[in-house]
């Protein structure tokens, strides 16, 4: 069985601060990873891909994978109340073509 | 560019009674599709996954099927709903293998 596990939270932050997001995954042979974003009652939607070790800068997200430690994270730099949200870590089986998604981490910035 | 189309929005459904939600895909060919489904405060549950017209995996037994008639084109069934189907029915397309999988805006299914 594989499994993508996150804390649920809720992460509280205050509105400026770093906020951080774990995920552990449990299937080696994954090469693809997503977090994806879902507000309350919303769909998600995709906010960072990343596929090698190392860090991924956009914008205010910065994605970090480790796959010796089979570890993945998301950085939320200068955090806004609108980042308020549930957020998924996905990762990708090793034929490319299924994602495993975690229970989501809730995330709530404090003005 | 890509866009998928999902409905209806909501659906209040008496327990027996037949379900049809409708996923469609503009832009791209030959997309893998997906239909998950969401509880409420939970994590995101695979119910079916399809690469091509006419083929379907299913993932979780249960009293639901899906269809591909057209290549865009993902149809979410049941003949008799239960109460535990109640959720958030999610439609989603993967282009090329590794891409990230990308979401309709979900049907919100509730069996009374």
């Known amino acids: 069985q594989k499994e993508v596990e996150q804390n649920s939270g809720p992460l509280s932050v205050p509105e400026g601060a770093i906020a951080s997001l774990n995920c552990t995954y449990s299937?080696?042979?994954?090469?693809?990873f997503f977090w994806y974003r879902q507000y309350s009652g919303k769909s998600p939607e995709l906010i960072m891909s990343i596929y090698s070790n190392g860090d991924k800068e956009d914008g205010r997200f910065t994605a970090q994978l480790n796959k010796a430690s089979q570890y993945v994270s998301l950085l939320i730099r200068d955090s806004q109340p609108s980042d308020s949200a549930t957020y998924l870590c996905a990762v990708g089986n090793n034929a490319g073509n299924m994602l495993t998604f975690g229970g989501g981490t809730r995330l709530m910035v404090k003005p | 560019s890509q866009t998928i189309h999902q409905w209806p929005a909501t659906l209040v459904q008496p327990v027996g009674s037949p379900l049809s939600l409708e996923c469609t895909v503009e832009g791209t060919s030959n997309p893998n599709l997906y239909w998950y489904r969401q509880a409420a405060g939970r994590g995101l549950q695979l119910l079916f996954y399809?690469?091509?017209?006419?083929?379907i995996s299913s993932e979780v037994p249960q009293n639901l099927s899906a269809s591909r008639p057209q290549d865009r084109q993902f149809i979410l069934s049941s003949k008799k709903l239960l109460l535990s189907d109640s959720g958030f029915y999610l439609c989603a397309w993967q282009g090329l293998y590794n891409s990230p999988l990308h979401f309709g805006n979900g049907t919100r299914l509730t069996v009374t």
């Open positions: 399809s690469v091509g017209i006419g083929q």
């Open positions: 299937d080696r042979g994954s090469q693809s």
